[in-house]
């Protein structure tokens, strides 16, 4: 299975500031996927990141919040623009390898 | 609306016990079904399931899929504390987005 480097694993941040969480794997991959998980909750995607191509971002979620880059099929990152404390979750990238979804260790983000 | 409910939602037992945790899933365009154990961030991948009726297996865990009635089961043989963990029931829908439901959270006493 792919190995994947997340990113960082926690950090605390003030409101209305931003954090670029990283997610590096040791293949290529086509799909890159960015999930958030809020305290006590299940898996939520946000959206679906392709090399070459603009992110698909899931309902609930957009482009101007979570910005998402992904310069080549190996590296991606998520920016948490202008965070409230309602940011703070688990943020999790996972790659599919062989139609399974395999994810990074996670970054816990704490909003102050 | 693709939805996947688990239960309980909760579940406490004690070492040697043995445990059924049951997933149900609404999908449009069903491919595959996946469970996770998640102990602290990451979660990691225990089965993935396709067809209906076959047993994946391994060690003291093991899953089945119902694509008639639409849900899967997880079971724990022989519980030990290091399966104390929450469970992601997980189905992959047509565009191979993840749609997880809420876990089920084990804890094994001992």
């Known amino acids: 299975s792919a190995v994947i480097s997340q990113k960082p694993s926690r950090d605390i941040c003030q409101r209305g500031t931003s954090l670029t969480i990283q997610c590096q794997v040791d293949s290529q991959v086509t799909m890159m996927f960015w999930y958030r998980q809020q305290p006590g909750q299940s898996l939520t995607l946000i959206a679906t990141?392709?090399?070459?191509?603009?992110?698909?971002?899931e309902s609930g979620f957009v482009i101007d919040k979570f910005p998402i880059s992904r310069p080549n099929l190996t590296f991606s990152t998520l920016t948490v623009s202008n965070m409230s404390p309602e940011d703070s979750s688990i943020y999790l990238c996972s790659v599919a390898d062989k139609n399974i979804q395999y994810f990074g260790a996670g970054t816990r983000l704490s909003v102050l | 609306e693709d939805k996947v409910v688990q239960s309980p939602l909760s579940l406490v037992v004690h070492e040697g016990d043995t445990v059924t945790l049951n997933c149900s899933y609404e999908?449009?365009?069903?491919?595959?079904l996946l469970w996770y154990k998640q102990e602290k961030k990451a979660p990691t991948f225990l089965f993935m399931l396709t067809s209906s009726g076959i047993e994946k297996k391994s060690g003291r865990l093991s899953s089945i899929l119902d694509k008639k009635e639409l849900f899967s089961i997880l079971n724990i043989t022989a519980t030990q504390t290091g399966d104390s963990a929450i469970y992601l029931c997980a189905v992959e829908g047509s565009q191979g987005n993840l749609i997880f439901g809420k876990g089920t959270k084990l804890s094994v006493k001992p």
């Open positions: 999908v449009t365009n069903f491919r595959s």
């Open positions: 990141a392709n090399q070459g191509s603009e992110a698909t971002y």
